[in-house]
């Protein structure tokens, strides 16, 4: 292709015979030139264009495909974190249903403990309420037989000698002793811990 310095200095050789006229040539090639450096011109400046434009396409087609690597990377490491997550939600749930567990069953052996407990305080408690009882109803037994032992009555083993009231005094008070001594055995044998525990029942 020509360019405009090329075609400004083209000459053409008179020629003797039948040639064309010079004025009307150069008239004619005039305006051409100008169109012509014109359209070198738009044309230089469309392909600087086309450069920056091809320069930009690829610019945009390298942003394209690291923007599709970062997007690529980025829902790996999304799914990645998910992952984590559900394994981690999965692991503190098994967690607290171990713990869970774990304070049933402690629950379950505390309460176990406590019923074992009581029942045994319930056992003891029976058992000093039956040696109550029974040293109870031995006072009462006494108290019957002075009662009866002090009536004034002359019985036939004492019929025909003399009443003494002093042996009947003694005697009354030997029986007081043995009574205010099985009152103190029976009193004695409740100690501070067994009254904690039947109050407890």
């Known amino acids: 292709m020509f360019t405009p310095q090329q075609i400004e200095e083209v000459s053409f050789k008179k020629a003797t015979f039948g040639g064309y006229?010079?004025?009307?040539v150069d008239e004619f090639l005039e305006p051409l030139t100008q169109d012509y450096i014109t359209l070198y011109k738009e044309n230089a400046l469309l392909k600087s264009k086309m450069r920056v434009l091809v320069g930009k396409l690829e610019e945009y087609r390298e942003n394209e495909t690291a923007m599709k690597d970062a997007m690529v990377n980025a829902q790996k490491t999304c799914d990645m974190m998910v992952r984590e997550a559900e394994s981690k939600c999965a692991q503190m749930?098994?967690?607290a249903n171990r713990a869970a567990a774990e304070n049933?069953?402690?629950?379950?052996?505390?309460?176990?403990e406590e019923k074992a407990r009581v029942d045994e305080a319930r056992r003891l408690a029976a058992s000093k309420i039956s040696?109550?009882?029974?040293?109870m109803s031995n006072c009462l037994?006494?108290?019957e037989?002075?009662?009866e032992e002090n009536r004034p009555t002359i019985s036939r083993h004492t019929r025909g000698r003399l009443f003494d009231?002093?042996?009947?005094?003694?005697?009354?008070?030997?029986?007081?002793?043995e009574i205010c001594h099985n009152l103190d055995a029976m009193m004695g044998s409740i100690d501070d811990s067994d009254m904690k525990i039947v109050s407890r029942k």
Not at 104 to 112: G, M, P, Q, S
Not at 131 to 135: A, C, K, S, T, V
Request: glycine content about 2%.
């Open 145 to 147: 037989r002075i009662k």
């Open 93 to 95: 749930l098994s967690d």
């Open 165 to 177: 009231p002093n042996a009947e005094k003694a005697k009354t008070g030997a029986l007081a002793d």
């Open 104 to 112: 049933a069953r402690n629950a379950t052996n505390l309460i176990a």
């Open 21 to 24: 006229d010079m004025q009307a």
């Open 131 to 135: 040696e109550l009882q029974l040293q």
């Open 141 to 143: 037994e006494m108290l």
